[in-house]
């Protein structure tokens, strides 16, 4: 049972995923600078708040934690879909999308150009 009667069960914990991992997605892999005037002469105008995080210290704590929440959510997502076909790609689809940005071997890197100013 939901708050509203036409959504099921394994459709919320598939849209709480991807809307999730969207939201982080954005705020993490898209939007650059900083919020505030920082003493790095610019440089972090051009990076990402993700590549910015500790340094760009890679598998720090707050790294690490930000890494496997969606793995947790998408594991939670799983289990309450009963694992059904579709759900699964959608799920799987929303969790790389999330997961392939935050590698050591992604940073600084922009797919396609996208993003690149």
């Known amino acids: 049972m939901t708050l ?3 959504l099921t069960v394994p459709l919320v914990w598939t849209l709480t995923n991807v809307i999730h991992n969207l939201v982080m997605y954005l705020f993490l892999h898209t ?8 003493p790095d002469q610019g440089k972090a105008r ?4 993700w590549e910015q995080m500790d340094y760009g210290i890679q598998f720090t ?5 930000l890494t496997i929440s ?8 799983s289990f309450y879909t009963k ?5 699964f790609l959608v799920n799987t689809g929303s969790l790389l999308s999330v997961l392939l ?7 600084g890197v922009r797919i396609f150009g996208i993003n690149r100013y």
């Open 4 to 6: 509203i009667p036409v």
């Open 46 to 49: 051009l990076l990402t708040h």
């Open 83 to 87: 694992y059904d076909a579709t759900h």
């Open 101 to 107: 940005p935050k590698l050591p071997q992604f940073h």
């Open 70 to 77: 969606p793995i947790v959510l998408y594991i939670l997502a």
């Open 61 to 65: 704590s707050s790294r690490k934690f």
């Open 31 to 38: 939007v650059k600078g900083t919020p505030f005037e920082t």
